[in-house]
């Protein structure tokens, strides 16, 4: 028997009846569907966390006080505190060979006034004029901090956009204007260029004020909340990494790490591995309805060769052979996975542009999730076909002619 004509029963088997054959491929469509939307959902957030991670800083160190633990997370050593981070850590990294910059800064979270009465509650980053530079962030209006602001402990703030928007509105002009954090009037000397949010922080939504103006008159301290480091080779990152950690060691005159030193990499790393396990885990619970389909397609497929056992014993008294039964029938069933794995592809990435373009969560659809949901469909197919075939390519003509 020629495959042509395989192909030409298969079609006229399947058209047959229309309705079953449309909700037997129902459960692959699902799957396949499902399977396509979470991947392409977790290959999107990937990508968003990569580059939010990125947008921080270009071959970025960040230093932070406590030790991490494995199974602990970070912690602090010594009196119990995570306060370890001092100005004098500063000089130490600074003369370190191969960083470019660095940006001690202390975070605080105030409610803030504006003059015009508007209030919000957001992040104040106590910073020097490095930390443009080490986060690659730029003005859009008006001047970033100076050194001659961190000497004399000034009440200027840098605004982000959205708490700018927030606490003046669209149609006032913040510079020059004034805001008051925690009981202490500050001019607004310069606007931030939008940025987004970047990892764990949204440096739209934040306030910079002189390092020095933040420790001695905001919240009275003298410790920093994380320094970072923008390193000028990316190659130099582990070199660099391990020299600040033996300078910090000296620094702090401690034998064990009292603080902690995250790479980029480190961080993409953790995050990558979480949406990686994350979307396997929806697509595993995805692809459950697919064993579902390949279920419902075996029970179409009896029910078909049980109504069609005559037609086996025909065929058979004419001259087909046990394979020729076997490839009809096993065809049949892998061309309702292959209708159902098309279908499901394309309704997999159309659920994908809609959440990109409605809900506004990145997603990306490869070409390697779309043929291994092909790959998937045919393997279902043959696995959950080859049972009815075997079955009615194993009758025997006389009694499958007998058969009522």
């Avoid at 909700?23 to 699902?30: Q, S, W």
């Avoid at 008006?142 to 402990?153: A, C, D, K, Q």
Wanted: proline share 3%.
């Amino acid at each position: 028997m020629r495959y042509s004509d395989i192909l030409d029963e298969t079609r006229i088997s399947l058209t047959a009846n229309k309705a079953r054959s449309g909700l037997t491929i129902l459960g692959i469509v699902i799957g396949i569907a499902s399977v396509i939307a979470m991947v392409s959902i977790g290959e999107g957030a990937k990508g968003s966390i990569q580059s939010s991670i990125e947008g921080l800083g270009s071959n970025l160190l960040t230093v932070l006080p406590g030790f991490v633990q494995p199974g602990r997370g970070i912690v602090s050593s010594g009196r119990g505190t995570a306060q370890t981070l001092k100005n004098e850590d500063i000089d130490a990294l600074s003369s370190l060979e191969g960083v470019k910059a660095v940006s001690p800064e202390l975070q605080r979270r105030f409610q803030i006034t504006s003059q015009i009465g508007n209030n919000t509650n957001s992040t104040v980053v106590g910073a020097t004029d490095q930390y443009a530079a080490v986060r690659t962030v730029e003005v859009e209006n008006g001047v970033f901090l100076s050194p001659t602001h961190e000497r004399s402990m000034s009440h200027v703030a840098v605004l982000g956009p959205t708490v700018a928007k927030d606490l003046f509105g669209e149609d006032v002009d913040p510079l020059n204007k004034t805001l008051r954090i925690n009981r202490v009037n500050f001019k607004v000397i310069g606007i931030l260029k939008s940025k987004g949010g970047s990892g764990f922080m949204n440096l739209d939504d934040m306030i910079l004020v002189p390092l020095s103006t933040m420790q001695k008159i905001l919240s009275g301290v003298d410790y920093l909340s994380t320094i970072a480091l923008a390193v000028e080779d990316k190659n130099q990152m582990p070199a660099v990494q391990e020299a600040a950690s033996a300078a910090l060691l000296v620094t702090h005159r401690v034998s064990e790490p009292d603080f902690s030193i995250i790479s980029q990499a480190d961080i993409l790393g953790a995050l990558s591995q979480v949406t990686t396990t994350f979307t396997l885990f929806l697509a595993s619970i995805a692809g459950i309805s697919l064993i579902v389909g390949g279920i419902g397609i075996m029970n179409m497929m009896l029910t078909t060769v049980t109504e069609r056992t005559r037609e086996i014993g025909l065929r058979m008294a004419i001259g087909a052979r046990r394979r020729d039964i076997t490839w009809q029938f096993l065809m049949e069933a892998v061309m309702l996975t292959f209708l159902g794995g098309l279908i499901g592809v394309l309704i997999g990435w159309l659920i994908a542009f809609v959440v990109a373009r409605f809900v506004g969560i990145a997603t990306e659809v490869s070409w390697q999730a779309v043929l291994t949901a092909f790959g998937v469909a045919t393997g279902i197919g043959i696995v959950f076909g080859y049972y009815p075939a075997r079955r009615a390519a194993r009758f025997n003509p006389i009694d499958a002619l007998r058969y009522e």
